[in-house]
């Protein structure tokens, strides 16, 4: 919803095509049905981590027939594969709650806090077909205190994806990034 309320604010010069999710009662759907956007539910398949290949395919089309220039994934838990990728290359960006490429995969503040770390934050970076590990578009620290959980550091990386990722969405959509190799340049 950061990205559709920045979009609305005019910070991000795009438009909310579509909203999918792989989960059917989705919060981000329901948000995006109360604020009059396209959204829709395409259930995921037989696989726990990625998409069956059926269900890809749906994505895939749902994605083309509403014209989505930029992937913008949040929340979506499983790894992206073949068509998917294939059809947005370069295309497909997601945030995620750590400094990659530190703490990659699930429960990434846990890690943090399991590991120690003092600051840990959270990565913008586009998708390929590894777990996490996409060029770096933006990153953002944020401390981890003494007195921390994993729920209040959670919160807090939360809170800066919230600032992060418009950002990042912002400057793809203006024309403001390239990328060389792995690094993503940022044209001032």
């Known amino acids: 919803m950061a990205i559709a309320d920045a979009i609305a604010a005019g910070t991000i010069p795009a438009e909310v095509a579509l909203v999918l999710s792989d989960v059917e009662n989705a919060g981000i759907l329901a948000h995006a049905r ?6 829709q ?6 696989f726990r981590t990625k998409l069956d290949e059926a269900a890809e395919h749906a994505v895939v089309e749902a994605l083309r027939a509403a014209k989505v220039d930029l992937v913008v994934l949040a929340g979506f838990m499983r790894v992206l594969k073949g068509e998917f990728l294939r059809a947005f290359e370069g295309r497909i960006v997601n945030v995620h709650p750590s400094l990659l490429p530190s703490f990659p995969g699930l429960a990434a503040w846990q890690q943090a806090l399991d590991h120690g770390v003092k600051v840990t934050g959270c990565t913008v970076h586009f998708v390929d077909a590894g777990v996490d590990s996409g060029a770096i578009i933006g990153q953002q620290t944020v401390p981890v205190l003494d007195h921390d959980t ?18 990042c969405v912002a400057a793809i959509a203006r024309g403001e990034i390239s990328v060389v190799g792995r690094r993503v340049i940022w044209k001032k």
């Open 34 to 39: 109360e604020r009059k956007l396209p959204a």
């Open 41 to 46: 539910f395409i259930p995921p398949g037989k």
């Open 150 to 167: 994993p729920e209040s550091l959670h919160q807090r990386i939360h809170a800066a994806e919230h600032e992060l990722y418009p950002k």
